[in-house]
């Protein structure tokens, strides 16, 4: 079965500008998180989806930052204007349903904002 | 609230000696435990993980962890670093709730093997 895709695996944009992150999840699974590494720090959770709604977004860290799940496919998280703090690498994971243990992750992709 | 924590960010150990990565988790219910190793350049792979049962759980590539509930703990070990060991690990905790399985992490051990 093929991975959770993401891309692009790198982003180099400057304060201000437009950025979207792209995730694949595995076929046929659910749910699909996002997540973020800022340099140095843990790993955090931003948002949950299951199918095309919004399970919880209690870790976005502002409204700078749009998650959308088209039909329950692909998902984008879209972050406009960006600024410095927003680098980091930001990945996505994909389950089945009540599957906590078969979580699979992307390679992520790695922002940087100057 | 969930909290991991992993004592040591960085990590070194000669080659052929024993890993120990240490992480405390707290938790308000029975928890999911894991730990995630990060290779250059690559996605978080799944060494292993506790949910429920024998509190010894075995990974890959030879590494184990042993959940502690009087001590809440979940260290990671190894009984001989080989240098393909080199990466980034990290602790995750969960509360399992079906339907929320959201992760929380430490900060990450980076581990070093000196040949």
């Known amino acids: 079965e093929a991975g959770v895709t993401q891309f692009p695996s790198h982003s180099v944009i400057e304060k201000g500008q437009t950025v979207t992150l792209r995730c694949d999840p595995i076929?046929?699974?659910?749910?699909l998180y996002w997540y973020r590494r800022v340099m140095g720090k843990e790993i955090k959770f931003l948002l949950h989806?299951?199918?095309?709604?919004?399970?919880?977004e209690s870790g976005m860290p502002n409204n700078r930052f749009l998650a959308e799940r088209t039909g329950g496919t692909y998902s984008t998280l879209k972050v406009q204007p960006a600024e410095l703090e927003d680098s980091g690498v930001y990945f996505c994971a994909s389950s089945r349903g009540g599957s906590l243990a078969r979580y699979t992750f992307g390679s992520g992709t790695r922002l940087t904002v100057v | 609230a969930q909290s991991v924590t992993q004592l040591g960010s960085h990590v070194s150990v000669s080659e052929g000696a024993l890993v120990l990565l240490r992480c405390n988790y707290s938790s308000s219910v029975p928890p999911y435990l894991f730990w995630y190793v990060q290779y250059p350049n690559q996605g978080l792979q799944l060494l292993l993980k506790y949910t429920t049962g024998a509190t010894l759980v075995k990974g890959i590539n030879g590494f184990e962890a042993e959940f502690k509930k009087s001590e809440t703990s979940f260290h990671l070990t190894k009984p001989s670093a080989h240098m393909s060991d080199a990466a980034e690990y990290f602790c995750a905790v969960s509360e399992g709730n079906f339907g929320n399985e959201k992760l929380t992490f430490g900060t990450g051990t980076r581990l070093t093997i000196i040949p």
């Open positions: 989806f299951v199918k095309e709604s919004k399970q919880d």
């Open positions: 076929s046929g699974h659910d749910n």
